[in-house]
């Protein structure tokens, strides 16, 4: 019972466009949503987080959009650069424990 | 300053046999999670520490795992009877607290391949 999803395992985008990555969950008692970007031979690092109480965070050119009512969270990166390259992993939390998603690997090219 | 640190950064291992692994969390993090990563899936968590409290040990899969945290600091993943089914990638993670606002410091993790 997979509790977050990410139904794309992979994504392929020009240097320039906009990459958009999706998440999806189950649980409504999830109260924190993170991003994680991971390169080959490397642990997970963190790249983005929102609380279940907004519906919007940025950072540069990363923006995570959560809509609780359809459960969904979405990563934009934008403008995409070739360094991107890399697994996404959204998660979702309740109380200490994450709960990750199979990843999605985007490929940006120049 | 020094990250997460997990050693061996591989290990090959006969079906049946023992294995420990080794996690190093940042100086200072009173919290430290283990994940595992098997082929083609996401991370699955499987236990955590917060400071002298009793571990949430809910994600082992079998009581062929155990994992425990000397100190505060350094911890120890122990597999027993290993399996093939327990190949994977298992990551190690370090936060300054418990908490979904703290966010979660990975080390490289260790590749354990089970023969």
């Known amino acids: 019972d997979q509790q977050v999803k990410q139904n794309s395992p992979s994504l392929s985008v020009q240097e320039g466009r906009i990459s958009i990555l999706n998440c999806d969950y189950t649980n409504s008692m999830f109260d924190y949503f993170l991003w994680y970007k991971k390169y080959p031979a490397e642990g997970p690092t963190f790249l983005i987080s929102i609380s279940s109480i907004k519906d919007k965070n940025e950072d540069g050119r990363f923006t995570v959009f959560l809509n609780k009512s359809a459960k969904h969270l979405s990563l934009h990166i934008v403008p995409s650069q070739p360094g991107d390259s890399a697994v996404y992993f959204c998660a979702a939390g309740e109380g200490g424990k994450l709960i990750f998603g199979q990843g999605t690997e985007l490929s940006v090219k120049p | 300053g020094a990250g997460v640190s997990q050693s061996p950064s591989n290990k090959v291992t006969e079906k049946g046999k023992d294995v420990e692994l080794r996690c190093d969390p940042i100086s200072g993090h009173t919290a430290l999670y283990w994940y595992r990563q098997s082929l083609g899936q996401g991370l699955e968590f499987l236990i955590y520490?917060?400071?002298?409290?009793?571990?949430?040990k809910s994600g082992l899969p079998s009581d062929r795992f155990s994992a425990e945290r000397t100190g505060g600091s350094v911890s120890t993943l122990t597999i027993q009877r290993t399996q093939q089914e327990d190949s994977a990638v298992y990551l190690c993670a370090s936060s300054w607290r418990w908490g979904l606002t703290y966010e979660q410091y990975f080390g490289p993790g260790t590749r354990l391949t089970v023969t």
């Open positions: 520490f917060q400071g002298n409290s009793a571990p949430d």
